[in-house]
């Protein structure tokens, strides 16, 4: 972060400049996991009670999540899920790498987030371009593998899985992402999940959110009163390279 706002990167060699060579030590200012982990770090650093329920509500459009003291409360970015299970599937799949994932237990919830930068949601994901009858862009990869992971698949086995709340949020500078919308009615959801018929509920709807860097700051804006001198200073930088990468943002 001070490196993009200070511009303190340096001299490039001519190489790197000109793009002949690829130097592993730029920071660059497209890249959508450095903004990911300047979010994640400075969220850490608050108390989840001034921003969790706001910024998913917000999200959501529902105030489904209420202020709450969270227990065994978690924020993970770039968490790997094992291979969503082959036999449901038609196409062969790897691990799925999440960009941020939020869990607590009281209730049990999970809530996955997929964070955008220059580019919008891929419409097609690794061994499924959309041919195979089901879609598969990045987002409904996350639906159901999110689904699947907090046990609303019915599966065999010999304990039961208890189900946790879930819910999937698309990070990104502006709102806007038309997979959003797609995916918040539950007869679209179903019709494009393989196996949908071994799902007998899903979470509450809409399950599926999105919020942009304008929703961050309101909500940061709106809670900073009730964060101690700390908090507040990580909050107005935070807010600070929000508006810098915001400015920045590739169109």
Not at 50 to 59: E, I, R
Not at 163 to 168: C, H, L, P, S, T
Request: overall charge positive; some cysteine; proline content about 7%.
């Amino acid at each position: 972060m001070l490196v993009e706002l200070h511009t303190k990167a340096g001299n490039l060699c001519s190489q790197a400049k000109e793009g002949t060579i690829r130097c592993p030590l730029i920071v660059r200012s497209t890249s959508e996991d450095v903004v990911t982990g300047q979010i994640v770090q400075a969220l850490k650093l608050l108390d989840p009670r001034q921003w969790v329920s706001d910024l998913l509500n917000a999200a959501l459009g529902t105030q489904r999540f209420p202020r709450q003291v969270y227990r065994n409360f978690r924020i993970q970015p770039w968490y790997a899920k094992p291979p969503f299970p082959r036999e449901l599937l038609k196409w062969d799949e790897g691990s799925t790498e999440v960009d941020v994932q939020i869990s607590w237990e009281n209730p049990p919830t999970t809530v996955y987030i997929e964070a955008k930068y220059g580019s919008k949601l891929s419409t097609r994901t690794a061994n499924n371009h959309g041919q195979l009858a089901y879609p598969g862009d990045q987002l409904i990869r996350n639906i159901r593998v999110g689904l699947n992971d907090c046990g609303y698949y019915r599966t065999p086995g010999l304990f039961d899985h208890r189900q946790r709340d879930f819910a999937v949020i698309v990070l990104a500078p502006d709102r806007g992402q038309p997979l959003v919308q797609t995916y918040q009615p539950e007869e679209t959801l179903r019709a494009s999940i393989p196996h949908s018929d071994l799902i007998e509920k899903f979470p509450t709807f809409p399950f599926v959110g999105e919020l942009g860097y304008a929703d961050i700051t309101e909500v940061l804006k709106s809670r900073i009163r009730f964060l101690c001198r700390t908090e507040r200073i990580v909050v107005e930088e935070l807010l600070r390279y929000l508006d810098f990468k915001y400015g920045t943002r590739p169109r």
